[in-house]
């Protein structure tokens, strides 16, 4: 947080000490200024709290008591009042003392208007130095739990997403491997039996292809968003707002209560600049016209309506320093400052004229400083929800990869070895029973694929991908050509073992590929990867894209790799380098790269 408003609470205590030493007598300035000391020692020390109220509250009285003038020390008390006191309690103490700091003030003859002038100003300065030594540490507490608030909303998601993948493949991929198990029992008693239960298997599992392809673009383009949940991110915008409509409306009662004269146009000239400046903090777009505006009704009475018109200067002086490009604000402010000397009569003393000064400055520091704390507080809280927006964009589309390249791979040769039982159960029943055992593997494996990636266990090593790739295209009858080195850097290999997945589904899935090569090496700080194929269907070969290859696009470029495809002499070329040290990036800690990976790769048809 910048330093000026984390400070204006601070500033506030010390233009008020300066205001009341030129009121009042010494004695009332030592008081005022050791109040605000135990004020400042309420808020920072919470020990202390226990017996600071206590003797706030035997010097305001002793003060009154004894001394002249001193009723200005009653907004001291009402602040402590609302550091102290339990929250059970603290609105009513407050409310107390403001309502007794007008005997304190006036005393007991005084006219109604000057007990009504008292009461608001004591609980309008009381309530303006409570939010502005409160409002720091809220938004500092509000900014630090961010981190805090972006993994309550992972967990949350992951959840929604644990129960969404369960209820969408939990019961079908338990009942496919009843089938299985079914068919494992008929396969010798009853063949034809075993073949019917295995056509079922099938008919699931490519049903649950669609269902694993649907699901996966739900999460990639689901836009329901959760809401932030911390209570302060509530708290301090109110709390800031309520605090600078409270000063506002207390100086428009104050000033048209004291003035002489034009009563009516003093509140109405009021009513509007708070109007314009909450404007302007709420429609920051328009804080030029605005402030157009303000000037004009500022300084176009002045005039007509003289010194009592001056006090709405403040006001102008505030919305100069808030404007987003006010560089000129201090000086503009200086001469707000100096143009209310023009309506000083000769005789007006030398201490009214200081006074009015530090009345302006005591009064422009409020208002800019709890104007700060609400634009402060917006935009942390913006950020939050921007934090909150991309935590859940990221791992939505993290679920939709990992959906598509892990389930969809899983479940095509589950489907793929569920045809070829089919085929084996009456020609060859005994490797039959072995493609059973296998497929029962796969469904399994498919069922901790699932359960892996809510808790984000989704990687694999890329030499049992291999392995498997090999083992996976023999079996529909092609011819494999695997070579990898023998040793391969970890976090490179982390990257690619997703990549080799998705390549081999989309080869089962589009093509006819009777001969395939893979090859993996390592060599100048790179991991390549290469995958020829024949076979490609001629659709295969159009410019549509796919989100295969999009997402095997977006995993080497998160590792800093370059990723390719392209069609060689009728055969599809896949190729994939990374660095040997590199590992894809953090959804959380580096989510907008990966956002902005993910919506904007494209590539070539799926093989």
Known sequence: MPLLPRSTGYLFLLLFTVTVALDAAGSVTALCALQAVLLVLAQRRSASRRWVLPVQLALTVTAAVTIDGSGRLGCLLAATALWCLPNRVRWIGFGLVAAGSCLIDQGRHAAALDYLAATVATAAIGLVMYSLLRLPALLDRLDATREDLAQATLARERLHTARTVRATLGDQLTGVMALLRGARTELERQPARARATMDEAARTTRRMIDVVRATADLHAELEVLPEDSEPISRLVPRLTLIALVTSLLAWTATMTIQADDHRIEIALGGAAMSGLLLAQLNRPRYATPLLIIQAAVALLPLPWLGADWCVWLILLAAAVLLHPHGRWGPIVVAGLIALRAVYYSPSTPVDGRIGWVVLALEATTVLFGLSRFLQLSEQINRSRMELVRMTVQVERLRMARDIHDLLGLTLSVLALKSDLITELVTRDPERAASELAEALRIAETARTDARAMVDDRTESTLPRELRDAERVLTATGAHVDLH????????????????????????????????????????????????????????????????????????????????????????????????????????????????????????????
Not at 512 to 540: F, K, M, P, W
Not at 571 to 594: K, M, N, Q, R, Y
């Open 484 to 607: 990898q080195d023998d040793e391969l850097a970890e976090a490179a290999a982390r990257v690619l073992a997703p990549v080799v997945r998705e390549a081999v589904t989309n080869i089962l899935r589009h093509s006819t590929a009777t001969s395939i090569a893979i090859h993996c090496d390592q060599r100048d700080g790179l991991l390549r990867l290469s995958i020829r194929n024949d076979g490609v269907h001629r659709v295969a070969a159009s410019d549509d894209g796919g989100r295969g290859l999009r997402n095997m696009r977006t995993r080497v470029a998160e590792a800093g790799g370059e990723f390719s495809t392209r069609l060689v002499n009728g055969e599809f070329l896949l190729t994939a380098a990374v660095p040997a040290g590199a590992e894809c990036t953090s959804p959380i800690l580096d989510s907008a790269h990966a956002t902005g990976a993910a919506d904007t790769t494209g590539g070539p048809a799926p093989m």
